[in-house]
T-cell receptor, first 117, second 116 residues
Framework: AQKITQTQPGMFVQEKEAVTLDCTYD???????LFWYKQPSSGEMIFLIY??????QNATEGRYSLNFQKARKSANLVISASQLGDSAMYFC??????????????FGAGTRLFVKA | GAVVSQHPSWVICKSGTSVKIECRSL??????MFWYRQFPKQSLMLMAT?????????EQGVEKDKFLINHASLTLSTLTVTSAHPEDSSFYIC????????????FGPGTRLTVL
């Protein structure tokens, strides 16, 4: 069975500093995808970044980068130059199977990030 | 703008009544949609996969007779919570695949259900 583990229920970071949110996963699939989503207090789910299991380079999207360590089955999110607006819940997620639209995505427990001014 | 809509955005109902939540894909077709439930300060738990033209696939532990899913068209999936009870109070979110290679999802804005 698939599993996503986020061990940090809450994290604090000073504004303008970088922060790493941890995520480990467990799957027997060879082909899978890893995602990070942000959920502000409004409840909407905002897609941040994606890493495919066959991607050799770490994904980056602006201030977000994904530290993908396949052998360790970890997919940590790094947010650089934190902003007050980054305060939110962050979910690591995994899509089973190859890159087709019909495969379900499961989510970790989430990490609440607090950015301090 | 939003590509997946949900209606209603919130609903309050009495215990024992049934509530229908709609999930619509805007400007694109979705043969598959997903329904999630999120309790306060918890993660999104996948309830079921809604398949256009066929029966939904429910996750283990989800009562299919209580959470009825109908995917009647390529742009609409509905979740009906039958005989709702206070423990069904939750945030219900639907999503649809974007169709992009990585399999990202467009998420609806969610529906907050409160059962009195």
């Amino acid at each position: 069975a698939q599993k996503i583990t986020q061990t940090q229920p809450g994290m604090f970071v000073q504004e303008k500093e970088a922060v790493t949110l941890d995520c480990t996963y467990d799957t027997s699939d060879q082909s899978y995808g890893l995602f990070w989503y942000k959920q502000p207090s409004s409840g909407e789910m905002i897609f941040l970044i994606y890493q495919g299991s066959y991607d050799e380079q770490n994904a980056t999207e602006g201030r977000y980068s994904l530290n993908f360590q396949k052998a360790r089955k970890s997919a940590n999110l790094v947010i650089s130059a934190s902003q007050l607006g980054d305060s939110a819940m962050y979910f690591c997620a995994m899509r089973e199977g190859p890159d087709t639209g019909g495969f379900k995505t499961i989510f970790g427990a989430g990490t609440r990030l607090f950015v301090k001014a | 703008g939003a590509v997946v809509s949900q209606h209603p955005s919130w609903v309050i109902c009495k215990s024992g009544t049934s509530v229908k939540i709609e999930c619509r894909s805007l400007d694109f077709q979705a043969t598959t949609m997903f329904w999630y439930r999120q309790f306060p300060k918890q993660s999104l738990m996948l309830m079921a996969t809604s398949n256009e033209g066929s029966k939904a696939t429910y996750e283990q532990g989800v009562e299919k007779d209580k959470f009825l899913i109908n995917h009647a068209s390529l742009t609409l999936s509905t979740l009906t919570v039958t005989s709702a009870h206070p423990e069904d109070s939750s945030f219900y979110i639907c999503s649809a695949p974007t169709g992009l290679a990585e399999g990202t999802q467009y998420f609806g804005p969610g529906t907050r259900l409160t059962v009195l």
